[in-house]
């Protein structure tokens, strides 16, 4: 359908995103929005469904067909509808809404088919079939997927229902004119709408990378850290989890610029930064502090296992060969979590162990 649709579009369609994660973090940021439009939304849906049941419909409904109406509203869709936009207002019900909502067009359709069929006159009450199409698709706060499966539902509902109903063509085929407008403008909103959010999603998260992430070497920087430590450091009380914290010095950088030159300094910490990248596990966090300082937080360690990670990755730097500046070596202050700790404590404890390893001749590694 999709593939379709683009031919036929001036504008690119923006499908689920490839990246597993990204799109359940899309999932995730789209559903408090989501939530709080489907409940206003069914909330008034079940609102008007009682003014409309209450309003004088003697002029084209016999009284026996009224008493149905008010049967079928007020027992069955004021009901379903507020279901539903409490459930929307609650997390742990949540998951089951999105179901349920996209059934409520269907049953709405059996019922309007079902009235319908009760009425002479049943002009007047058409435009609750061609409202319900466009409603699927723009206000009820469905998600494309469930839209779509939803609206061509209700709309083939719709079409065969009337078509034993008009006896007239010319009437019939307006009819399906209709319902075919409702169901077009509605899933064109509904294209527009689904990549609005996307693309605003997207240029959050760029606007957000952008924010934490180190222009130069491609790593976090301090303002990710801010983030990550307190929460690593919650963790570790809630769950009595340890962690290590690293501050990694390239040793001698001055002499780098004043040498080569700061294009090429540039370039030591760009390739210092991808070692680092790549030396890391997968759960560790790497941010460029500062100048030619980088943090490490480790996960899951003790104090034996963070000294050898230490000492394994000041030798990887040691290793690497930076092309024209050759070998470079790093100065290493490594420190664990303690209960008490805050941010603070764990960075000057860093600090203080990575002054000491400058102290006694760089290229090594301090434990405090």
């Not at 466009?134 to 706060?141: D, K, R």
């Not at 960075?347 to 290229?363: I, Q, T, W």
Request: glycine share 6%; aromatic share 12%; hydrophobic share 45%.
């Amino acid at each position: 359908m999709q593939k379709i649709l683009q031919y036929i579009l001036p504008f690119k369609l923006q499908g689920n995103f490839s990246d597993k994660a990204l799109n359940k973090l899309y999932e995730e940021w789209d559903k408090p929005s989501r939530q709080i439009q489907i409940s206003a939304i069914s909330f008034l849906t079940a609102v008007l469904y009682i003014v409309f049941t209450f309003m004088d419909k003697s002029s084209w409904l016999s009284e026996d067909v009224q008493t149905l109406m008010t049967k079928v509203y007020l027992l069955g869709m004021v009901p379903m509808m507020l279901t539903i936009s409490f459930f929307a207002s609650k997390n742990r019900f949540y998951k089951y809404v999105m179901f349920a909502l996209a059934l409520s067009p269907i049953v709405a359709s059996i019922c309007h088919a079902y009235i319908a069929s009760k009425i002479t006159n049943y002009s007047p009450f058409l435009a609750e079939g061609y409202l319900s199409v466009f409603w699927i698709f723009i206000v009820s706060g469905m998600t494309l997927g469930y839209a779509l499966v939803s609206a061509i539902i209700s709309s083939i509902i719709l079409l065969v229902s009337t078509f034993y109903l008009m006896n007239d063509v010319g009437i019939y085929t307006t009819h399906v004119f209709w319902i075919m407008c409702s169901f077009s403008f509605g899933l064109l909103g509904a294209l527009i709408f689904d990549r609005s959010r996307k693309t605003i999603f997207m240029n959050q998260q760029e606007l957000h990378r952008l924010v934490i992430t180190d222009p130069l070497t491609g790593v976090y920087n301090r303002n990710q850290l801010t983030k990550v430590l307190p929460q690593e450091i919650g963790r570790g009380v809630r769950y009595n989890k340890s962690f290590g914290l690293l501050m990694i010095d390239i040793d001698n950088f001055k002499r780098v610029n004043d040498t080569f030159g700061h294009d090429i300094g540039d370039k030591v910490l760009q390739n210092t930064a991808q070692v680092l990248s790549t030396f890391i596990r997968k759960n560790d966090t790497l941010i460029r502090w500062g100048g030619e300082e980088f943090v490490v937080m480790v996960l899951e360690v003790d104090q034996q296992s963070l000294s050898q990670f230490c000492e394994k990755l000041r030798e990887q730097i040691e290793a690497e060969d930076f092309h024209l500046v050759g070998n470079i070596t790093v100065s290493v202050g490594a420190t664990l979590f303690k209960e008490n700790d805050s941010s603070d404590s764990l960075l000057e404890r860093a600090d203080n162990a990575l002054y000491e390893a400058k102290e006694k001749g760089r290229n090594r590694v301090i434990y405090a």
